[in-house]
């Protein structure tokens, strides 16, 4: 299994709601990543897990709340999101240690949110 | 200054032309360099790494000047199937960050 899963592929919630995206991988890998892609700009790196344990947050508001219940899974828990916040969400994972190069680097196909 | 520069384009090109796309990084720290591929709404795709001797897959020749803090895409024979937005991507250090340029956008017409 080489690949990067994400659900839901597509996602609407309002300003209220609470709602969740899932990552998961089977190869092993044990960095994972969450990075946020608006419109027509590049992905941002929002979260990096290593070893289950988070190692990077890029200031990233706590209406985001990453989770890495296992080496496999990784969650973003999304509360209070604002409009703005509509963007693709790639969940990513790579060989570690992390900076080795990015033939260990898979993306899964994203999570397309829309906050109304 | 963002951390890697790229020309956004759009670069309109025939089939058969070749094409080059540029792009610059500002950190020194930068130790791993890549060119990735995304298509309209599809997650990004590793198509190369870039190493300073130069690399050669098909008709894709990437290259990387550390002196410069430059590194180059070379697209020959340019198909309609090339047609995506290309990413210019570094590593600073050990840190598995992938710092992203802001794509250059290639459209090949027929």
């Known amino acids: 299994d080489t690949e990067v899963t994400q659900t839901p592929k597509h996602l609407v919630m309002g300003m209220t709601n609470k709602k969740s995206l899932k990552c998961e991988q089977h190869m092993g890998h044990r960095a994972m990543y969450w990075y946020k892609q608006k419109a027509k700009k590049p992905p941002e790196l929002m979260f990096v897990?290593?070893?289950?344990?988070?190692?990077i947050n890029e200031s990233v508001p706590s209406r985001f709340s990453p989770e890495c219940p296992n080496s496999s899974l990784l969650n973003l828990h999304l509360h209070a999101l604002q409009p703005e916040d509509s963007a693709l969400y790639l969940c990513?994972?790579?060989?570690?240690?992390?900076?080795?190069?990015?033939?260990?680097?898979?993306f899964g196909s994203g999570t397309r949110l829309t906050v109304v | 200054r963002k951390e890697v520069e790229q020309d956004p384009g759009p670069f309109n090109v025939p089939e058969g032309a070749t094409v080059a796309f540029n792009c610059t990084y500002s950190n020194s720290a930068s130790q791993s360099f890549f060119w990735y591929r995304q298509d309209c709404r599809k997650e990004p795709k590793l198509l190369m790494s870039v190493y300073s001797s130069g690399n050669e897959d098909g008709r894709f020749t990437a290259q990387l000047n550390r002196a410069s803090q430059y590194i180059s895409l070379l697209i020959r024979d340019s198909k309609l199937s090339d047609s995506a937005t290309y990413l210019c991507?570094?590593?600073?250090?050990?840190?598995?960050?992938?710092?992203f340029g802001q794509g250059t956008t290639l459209q090949v017409k027929p």
């Open positions: 991507v570094v590593i600073i250090g050990n840190t598995g960050k992938l710092i």
């Open positions: 990513a994972s790579s060989q570690d240690p992390p900076g080795q190069g990015a033939y260990g680097y898979t």
């Open positions: 897990y290593s070893y289950e344990k988070l190692s």
